[in-house]
């Protein structure tokens, strides 16, 4: 239940984003209805987006096929902001991409390309003078996540470029995943008529 | 008490004719639309919201799909089903009801959402549908005030296309006696109290928390739901089993 809650918080906060920065509504165009899955491993769950214009939906628990899935875990993530690690990664199965690769590619750089005006909307709520108070004692942190965030920009750069150059061909793949995907799917489904014949 | 099991049916703790059934839930629902969302929050702490939110994320509900969301009351499930399906799908808000329906379009139509949704009266027991019609069908907190459970899922899985899949939330029972009992006494006491002051209607708020014990258990529905033709059936329990998302297939 944890996990659900968490969605509806990274939820709000997406929709939150949306309106004090209308940028990312023409930015997200190309990502409208397609989902792209995160699977946290050590947490064995997966979490998944959705831009639906104007709006996010965000799914917790996502057992469907998304359009792009990543899997990792939530440790390899956070090492995500050192790009040099990432064909090592993958190398290493640490990290999964498949899928679309411009959906993921569209989503960092639209969020990378946000610039909130902090001080302005904090002084709608607080007023001007504690408003840049708050701005400027949390400038630091600002600093950080902006740092933060530019890396990861220039990691899912680098992801989706050393992907193409990892050992097989990320098409041959796919492929492969499909096929197990769907045999596992087949097992699954002549396991429940098995059993529904042993049954009666 | 057992010579007609054929003619009554459970309202709550009382047995009542079946034909009387059905007029009895409608008037509690009659009765409550106005002040539905708002009781629906504070009864369950706003909870409500989490597990459809969890039911939303195992409909597969995608892009292009029909969607019947049965005894959908004031739509919070239509919402999102609207929005997932976009303009190439269709959203159908079903319920027994023209109050809760009304109060339902309303408020849909204040959030914006027009144009891929359809409010049609109807009763679970004989969906006014051809065979095959659907991708995804969800009752939320619906299937316990339907009389004939079986006839239901039987007319569910008739008007479901191949492929498609039903979502069933619905108050369950929890193995867990501590919150068992936590449970009963905010149900059968603070429930109908808040009914009273907040809709002025205890009785039917204490309806709502019986009909909830008759319900049945996690086990019994999901072969209710087998015996009615769908396969690869399954459960999660949440909020440690006093709801359950049941899910099954038609192949
Ligand atoms: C508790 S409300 C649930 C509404 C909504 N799905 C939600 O989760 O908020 C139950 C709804 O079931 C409807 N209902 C009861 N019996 C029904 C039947 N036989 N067929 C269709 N709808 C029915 C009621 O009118 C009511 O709106």
């Given at each position: 239940m944890i996990e659900v809650v968490a969605s509806a918080i990274v939820e709000s906060c997406l929709n939150r984003l949306l309106v004090l920065e209308p940028e990312l509504t023409r930015s997200l165009e190309n990502c409208k209805h397609k989902v792209i899955a995160v699977e946290l491993r050590d947490w064995q769950h997966t979490f998944a987006l959705t831009y639906v214009g104007h709006q996010f939906i965000v799914f917790s628990q996502y057992q469907e096929h998304a359009d792009c899935h990543i899997s990792a875990s939530l440790e390899t993530l956070t090492k995500?902001?050192?790009?040099?690690?990432l064909t090592q990664l993958i190398r290493q199965e640490k990290l999964d991409l498949e899928g679309d690769l411009q959906l993921a590619q569209n989503y960092s750089s639209a969020f990378s390309n946000i610039h909130i005006d902090w001080a302005e909307h904090l002084s709608r709520y607080i007023g001007d003078a504690p408003a840049q108070q708050v701005i400027n004692s949390t400038q630091k942190a600002h600093v950080q996540g902006k740092t933060i965030g530019s890396s990861f920009k220039s990691t899912v750069t680098q992801l989706c470029q050393d992907e193409l150059k990892v050992t097989i061909h990320p098409l041959e793949l796919e492929q492969y995943k499909m096929h197990t995907r769907h045999i596992k799917n087949q097992a699954a489904q002549l396991e429940q008529r098995i059993q529904l014949l042993l049954n009666r | 008490m057992k010579e007609s099991p054929q003619d009554t049916a459970d309202f709550g703790y009382k047995t009542v004719d079946r034909e009387e059934k059905a007029s009895l839930v409608a008037d509690v629902f009659h009765s409550v639309a106005a002040k539905y969302d708002i009781m629906n929050d504070l009864m369950s702490f706003g909870v409500h919201r989490l597990w459809k939110r969890q039911a939303i994320a195992c409909?597969?509900?995608?892009?292009?799909h029909k969607v019947l969301d049965l005894?959908?009351?004031?739509?919070d499930l239509t919402a999102k089903f609207s929005q997932l399906v976009t303009e190439s799908g269709q959203v159908i808000l079903g319920d027994i009801n023209d109050s809760m329906l009304k109060v339902g379009r309303d408020k849909l139509r204040d959030l914006?959402?027009?144009?891929?949704i359809e409010y049609v009266q109807m009763n679970a027991e004989a969906l006014p549908f051809p065979d095959n019609s659907f991708d995804v069908i969800t009752i939320a907190f619906g299937l316990r005030n339907v009389t004939d459970k079986d006839a239901a899922l039987r007319s569910m899985y008739r008007i479901l296309k191949p492929g498609g899949r039903l979502l069933v939330l619905e108050f369950s029972k929890t193995n867990n006696e501590a919150l068992s009992k936590l449970y009963d006494l905010y149900s059968f006491n603070l429930l109908p109290t808040m009914g009273k002051i907040?809709?002025?209607?205890s009785e039917s708020y204490r309806y709502l928390a019986e009909s909830i014990r008759m319900h049945p258990d996690q086990e019994t529905l999901k072969s209710m739901m087998e015996e009615a033709g769908f396969e690869q059936t399954s459960y999660q329990n949440m909020t440690g089993g006093i709801v359950a998302l049941h899910r099954g297939f038609k192949y």
């Open positions: 995500l902001t050192n790009p040099s690690l | 409909s597969g509900v995608r892009k292009g005894a959908g009351g004031t739509g914006g959402l027009v144009g891929n907040i809709a002025n209607d």
